[in-house]
């Protein structure tokens, strides 16, 4: 069952242009991840927001956690083109606390 | 360290075949899990195992089953593949559990025909 809504589905932008993907999930979280995939590749784990937490910032990502309209986002500043990449949202719920993942946000950066 | 590996990374195989796919891990965590990757389905939790000893059903697990063989490796088997089976398999583990952080395999891409 699906908790996070990636959107938008697809993105690009401009490389040095700052890329803002947004999440939505449905029911009350732990907390809330953020992972790139690269094509062919596993995923990579970005960074983790707690649900008491309203923003964090690693390197030239920047998360927001807005609890009360149960959705996030992911900001990455001065996109390159190794950005270049899916990124999905997944949420780790109360008392079920498995890691769901969205369908993912296809970010392409143009050189 | 290699951190997760999988193998095979492609697989080919006939309705009805068997098979065993494999992820070994090198960072000591004690969870361990197996998803599968559908185009337009995100990840989806086949089966996990919290620790060495003990494995649980996640959202998909008809048609397969698992073995923690011991902390390193956990197994994935497939014992009569379908063509709904055709999908991308990763492997992940965690040491704080599975609300946290994962660290994933590179993925086996699984083709049923």
């Known amino acids: 069952s699906q908790q996070g809504e990636e959107d938008p589905q697809a993105l690009s932008i401009q490389e040095g242009e700052n890329a803002t993907m947004n999440c939505s999930y449905k029911?009350?979280?732990?907390?809330l991840q953020w992972y790139r995939q690269n094509s062919g590749r596993g995923l990579v784990h970005l960074i983790l927001?707690?649900?008491?937490?309203r923003e964090k910032h690693s390197g030239r990502l920047r998360v927001t956690l807005d609890t009360s309209k149960k959705s996030s986002s992911l900001l990455i500043t001065a996109s390159r083109a190794a950005d270049t990449a899916s990124y999905f949202c997944a949420t780790a719920n109360f008392g079920n606390e498995k890691l769901t993942f969205g369908t993912g946000t296809r970010l392409t950066i143009i050189p | 360290n290699a951190g997760v590996t999988q193998t095979p990374k492609f697989q080919v195989l006939k309705t009805g075949q068997s098979m065993t796919l494999q992820c070994a891990q090198d960072?000591?965590?004690?969870?361990m899990y197996w998803y599968r990757q559908d185009p337009g389905m995100g990840l989806r939790l086949i089966y996990y195992?919290?620790?060495?000893?003990?494995?649980d059903k996640g959202e998909v697990p008809n048609g397969y089953n698992v073995s923690r063989l011991n902390k390193r490796e956990f197994s994935l088997r497939l014992e009569s593949a379908a063509p709904s089976q055709t999908s991308v398999y990763f492997c992940?583990?965690?040491?704080?559990?599975?609300?946290?952080?994962?660290?994933f395999g590179p993925g086996t891409r699984l083709t049923v025909t």
């Open positions: 195992s919290a620790s060495e000893g003990t494995t």
């Open positions: 029911t009350s979280i732990n907390n």
């Open positions: 960072m000591n965590h004690n969870s």
């Open positions: 992940a583990s965690s040491d704080r559990g599975i609300a946290y952080e994962q660290y």
């Open positions: 927001i707690r649900s008491n937490e």
